[in-house]
């Protein structure tokens, strides 16, 4: 059975954010994700997760000093003083994966996401989260989307994840397509060390079903596979979220009566 988790960073954003956790499990989802939990304490995410019965998929760590620029990239100092805050968080909302984002260049600030300091402290980063029990993530994502960010090929990402037998890999089909590569032969050749999948459809990202992405597929290749991990929602509702539910519903949940939650 597909198990989809709300990407609240995506979808209910017509809410304040600590609403979107009720909004979430009202909707039937039993899985969240998102980004960043550091501008909030620990504990207060925590008791949102309990409070409405949902369990947190996977975060980032954080993203350096200058956020959303360096990502571990950052000196290590700041790196390791990053990696630690994300353990405490991971253990403080339960959390088993954490994803590594590469950082972005803005050459105008200054700021460089440098390839070498990188594969240095991905490696670092691979051993302290596995040591701590905890799945380090890399995700290519379209320099489209975000200018600048260093994870932004597949050739670059295949070469850590062979490079790092720890590491994980969060394949998602918006990201994928708009590299010009076939979401479901990617996800087929590195089946083996994905850990998570994010779905939008390509054009538009927007909910799956509203391009040209063979989600039925998809599913076909998951249940043939028995996947047990989690499908995140990341794309842009179109409308609101709870307009496009009802055919989220039906493009990715085929047997709705297998359970009255996602």
């Not at 996800?187 to 994010?198: A, G, K, P, Y």
């Not at 929602?233 to 009802?246: A, F, M, N, V």
């Not at 039906?250 to 297998?258: A, F, L, Q, T, V």
Request: with cysteine; glycine share 8%; aromatic share 10%.
């Amino acid at each position: 059975m597909t198990r989809l988790n709300a990407h609240i960073g995506f979808q209910f954003t017509e809410l304040p954010f600590l609403e979107r956790f009720s909004a979430a499990a009202n909707a039937g989802f039993r899985a969240i994700e998102f980004p960043s939990p550091y501008e909030y304490e620990a504990p207060q995410i925590a008791e949102l997760l309990r409070e409405h019965e949902l369990q947190m998929v996977q975060f980032a760590a954080p993203s350096g000093p200058t956020k959303g620029n360096t990502g571990i990239c950052s000196s290590k100092e700041a790196f390791r003083s990053d990696l630690t805050k994300a353990v405490e968080y991971a253990s403080a909302l339960d959390c088993r994966m954490v994803h590594l984002m590469s950082g972005v260049s803005q050459a105008e600030l200054g700021v460089i996401a440098d390839s070498g300091i990188y594969r240095r402290n991905l490696k670092y980063a691979v051993e302290f989260l596995t040591g701590e029990g905890i799945e380090p993530l890399i995700e290519v994502i379209s320099s489209d989307e975000v200018p600048g960010y260093l994870m932004s090929h597949f050739d670059f990402a295949e070469e850590m994840l062979e490079t790092l037998p720890g590491l994980g890999l969060i394949l998602d089909t918006y990201h994928t397509e708009f590299l010009g590569v076939d979401c479901l032969r990617k996800l087929n050749q590195w089946w083996s060390r994905v850990r998570h999948i994010q779905v939008a459809d390509f054009p538009g990202r927007n909910e799956p079903g509203t391009g040209n992405i063979d989600f039925p597929k998809l599913l076909s290749m998951l249940e043939d596979r028995a996947y047990q991990g989690w499908v995140g929602c990341e794309y842009r509702p179109r409308t609101s979220t709870l307009d496009g539910l009802e055919e989220l519903w039906r493009i990715m949940k085929p047997h709705p009566h297998e359970d009255d939650r996602w």
